[in-house]
């Protein structure tokens, strides 16, 4: 008897899941396995259901054989253990992003004589509808909020990418990369800067863009993605209206707010000392944070302390001390700034934090210290990178010489070859 290996990675089942099992049982064995969490979230849609749960809905189909789990997207670990004699998978591998992961698991049934079955993928209306269903069920309040925990849980760290509108929400929701371990990658979840928000509407930094504004830009990005959102929530403003802004993020499915411990006119912190800034008092800012845990409704939800201290020059120890403090007033996670050229300064505060605190996540932001690497990041015990303004960024200097270049020629020719073509736009944004 031969074995076929089929892996599935979603928590419905659909016609299209049905059919590649036919035509896996007509060659032998069928043993389905389900991809671990941690690899689902690398290269496809989030998990609304735990593996066990879905294990057992593939241990309910008929024609299934044995479910076993797979924790590696580019079946290694499946091929060395089982040395299936086929591997049926939809043939819509044989492009995109997932054709690298053809093209590795080919090679690897080379070695023994194995082959692969590419099933016509199945486009109909049922499997479009569950599909949908599926996206907007990762759209819902209540699944994108607890989002941003279970990835702290499931990742070694939350790869974090500012979205500033709908189409930079896009961006960070769709773009997948080979990364260098030849699996997939992308980005978990999405930091609605303060600044690249009132750069977007041409304003300053200081908390001159009000919550209503801030929360319709919110609105535009989760009409259109399914990844958590992290607000940068400045300083939190008045205690008094920090809680009511708690009940809305919750109540929108807003993940996380990061408030600073500053007070006054909040300027940004990469001005650093070049501008006066004033720091909120532990005292202060640890009831601002215990006000907001009192307000929140749900579990879910996450209020992270930021702190200024080495932006201000402050000190080592007034940091920690602050960090010890705001965790010990309620707060769900410590940010650490810091505006040096090197990490130095943000690894001696995790370093110290976590001799202490072994489960606090820390979140950093290294838009100065740029040199430093993700997995650096997480051997320090950092849990959530965020890329806080690089797509605003990118984004400004090609639309400024974009201007000039039109108004020199007097026509749009001669930008033209920079320009994205407009068939790519259409795929990027989804029609109902
Ligand atoms: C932001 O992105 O608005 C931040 C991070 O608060 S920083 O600009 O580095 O202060
Ligand atoms: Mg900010």
Redesign the pocket.
């Known amino acids: 008897m031969k074995t076929v290996y089929v892996c599935f990675c979603t928590d419905v089942i659909h016609d299209g899941h049905l059919n590649i099992i036919e035509h896996a049982k007509q060659h032998g064995k069928v043993v389905v396995g389900c991809l671990s969490d941690k690899e689902m979230i690398r290269c496809t849609k989030f998990p609304t259901t735990s593996e066990e749960e879905r294990m057992e809905l593939y241990r309910s189909i008929d024609g299934v054989d044995e479910v076993v789990l797979q924790d590696n997207m580019l079946y290694d670990d499946i091929i060395n253990k089982l040395h299936p004699d086929f591997i049926v998978h939809g043939d819509n591998w044989k492009d995109g992003p997932e054709k690298t992961i053809r093209t590795h698991v080919e090679k690897l049934l080379a070695e023994y004589g194995g082959e692969i079955i590419d099933v016509p993928y199945t486009y109909n209306e049922n499997v479009k509808k569950v599909d949908d269903r599926l996206r907007e069920k990762l759209s819902m309040p209540e699944y994108r909020r607890k989002r941003l925990r279970q990835l702290i849980d499931m990742t070694p760290i939350v790869k974090t990418m ?1 979205a500033h509108s709908g189409i930079t929400g896009l961006i960070v929701e769709k773009t997948v990369v080979e990364s260098e371990d030849g699996k997939l990658d992308q980005f978990d979840a999405m ?1 609605v ?6 750069t977007a509407k041409g304003k300053p ?1 200081i908390e001159l863009v009000d919550m209503t504004s801030r929360l319709n830009t919110i609105n535009d990005i989760m009409e259109v993605t399914t990844k958590p959102i992290i607000l ?1 929530g ?1 300083t939190g403003g008045l205690t008094e209206h920090f809680v009511y802004n708690v009940r809305t993020l919750e109540r929108m499915g807003v993940s996380a707010v990061i408030i ?1 411990d500053k007070t006054g006119l909040k300027k ?3 001005f650093g000392t070049e501008v006066i800034q004033t720091q909120d008092s532990i005292e202060n800012f640890s009831a601002k944070i215990a006000a907001g845990k009192k307000a929140q409704l749900s579990d879910d939800f996450m209020i992270i302390a ?1 702190i200024e201290s080495l932006i201000l020059e402050r000190g080592m120890d007034d940091a920690l001390e602050r960090a010890f403090a705001f965790t010990a007033a309620g707060a769900d996670g410590i940010m650490i ?1 810091s ?1 040096k050229k090197d990490p130095a300064e943000i690894f001696e505060f995790c370093d110290k934090f976590r001799e202490k605190d072994k489960k606090t996540p820390i979140v950093v ?1 290294p ?1 100065s210290f740029n040199q430093v690497t993700e997995e650096e990041l997480a051997s320090h015990g950092v849990n959530i990178v ?1 890329y ?2 690089q797509l605003m960024r990118a984004a400004f200097p090609v639309m400024k010489s974009t201007a000039e270049d039109i108004l020199r020629a007097h026509r749009a020719k001669e930008v033209d070859s920079r320009l994205m073509p407009f068939k790519d736009i259409i795929r990027l944004i989804d029609e109902i």
């Open positions: 500012e930091w800067s303060s600044l690249c928000d009132s930094d940068d400045d600073e940004n912190s990469l930021r700034h505006r932001v838009t965020i806080a303004n």
